[in-house]
């Protein structure tokens, strides 16, 4: 099970001055990378292609993050907390936050 996965909301804990942190939400992951919106972002020159409809030119667009420099970020205490798994009775795993034990 991920700890880290689409939807949630993470705070960058090391990186460069301009995303370290920054929160966004997870746009997509990828392996142990992770894109989040708005965060990292990179200019690529691409080419038009006009039978996917793109326009050529300088595209912005984010760039990935390790997944070990993003923390999921607790809304009741506003800041980066770790992630556990828990098992229960029925046999249904859940993410639950170290700190609290609460669910996600």
């Known amino acids: 099970m991920n700890r880290i996965r689409k939807g949630d909301q993470v705070v960058v ?15 997509r992951v990828e392996g142990d990378r992770v894109y989040v919106a ?13 039978q996917a409809g793109q326009a050529g030119g300088v595209v912005e667009r984010e760039a990935s993050i390790h997944i070990s420099n993003v923390m999921l970020l607790n809304p009741a205490t506003g800041k ?18 170290r700190s609290s034990g609460e669910a996600i």
């Open 38 to 50: 708005n965060l990292n972002l990179v200019k690529r020159h691409t080419k038009p292609n006009p």
């Open 80 to 97: 980066g907390e770790r992630v556990a798994t828990k098992v229960l009775e029925n046999g249904k795993r859940i993410r639950v936050f």
């Open 13 to 27: 804990t090391t990186g460069n001055k301009k995303i370290k942190g920054q929160t966004g939400e997870v746009l």
